[in-house]
């Protein structure tokens, strides 16, 4: 088990809460979408990574509000470091997961 552990190299921060941490590269950058809900305006933003090692994944991630521009300034195949929160909803009996991202560390930039 410990070798999975490592392959991902994903970090619980705390053991209460759902905050972790992932290693990649960065495949994709989406645009900033602005949608209107019942509470107000919503800004969306998505990014993908891929993870190293023997098996690497692809992973997507949502920006939400005040943290979509926080993927500005970080290029295409740089190394970063994603710090997210897991979010599960129920909807119409089914159940959802989102990855939502809340900071991003650029560890290597490609040049």
Request: with cysteine.
């Amino acid at each position: 088990m410990k070798k999975l552990k490592d392959f991902y190299k994903l970090k619980n921060l705390n053991n209460m809460n759902d905050t972790f941490k992932i290693q990649g590269f960065l495949r994709h950058r989406g645009t900033t979408e602005t949608k209107q809900t019942k509470r107000g305006e919503f800004k969306l933003r998505n990014l993908r990574i891929e993870t190293t090692g023997d098996y690497p994944q692809i992973i997507c991630f949502d920006l939400h509000n005040k943290n979509t521009p926080k993927l500005d300034g970080v290029a295409l195949d740089d190394l970063i470091e994603v710090s997210f929160n897991i979010r599960g909803n129920q909807w119409q009996g089914r159940f959802f997961n989102n990855l939502v991202a809340y900071d991003i560390k650029t560890l290597e930039t490609n040049m």
